[in-house]
Nanobody, 118 residues
Framework: QVQLVESGGGQVQPGGSLRLSCAASGFTFSVYAMSWYRQAPGKERELVAAIGSGGTSTNYADSVKGRFTISRDNAKNTVHLQMNSLKPEDTAVYYC???????????WGQGTQVTVSA
């Protein structure tokens, strides 16, 4: 049973940093690409960052380039999102996502709230 459990969200002031983590279980983590999405109130869910199975291929939304870094630890079945220079517009629920390379089924975590405000 695939499980994705996010943690690390919270409230931070503009300019601050947070590190999100996603703990994965129930599948062979090292062969799955992973990604982070976010959804702000009243807006559609959007891709924030993605990382390939080996960890060397990454891509980012233009709005977070240079501020966020996605990484993974295949030995610990975790993926992280380091978020620096946070802005109020980064406020959203952040979700971890993966897609099975065999079945193309999509799996989501439950989400973690990030609030950036003074």
């Amino acid at each position: 049973q695939v499980q994705l459990v996010e943690s690390g969200g919270g409230q931070v002031q503009p300019g601050g940093s947070l590190r999100l983590s996603c703990a994965a279980s129930g599948f062979t983590f090292s062969v799955y690409a992973m990604s982070w999405y976010r959804q702000a109130p009243g807006k559609e869910r959007e891709l924030v960052a993605a990382i390939g199975s080996g960890g060397t291929s990454t891509n980012y939304a233009d709005s977070v380039k240079g501020r966020f870094t996605i990484s993974r630890d295949n030995a610990k079945n975790t993926v992280h999102l380091q978020m620096n220079s946070l802005k109020p517009e980064d406020t959203a629920v952040y979700y971890c996502k993966t897609v099975s390379p065999l079945t193309l089924r999509t799996y989501w975590g439950q989400g973690t709230q990030v609030t950036v405000s003074a």
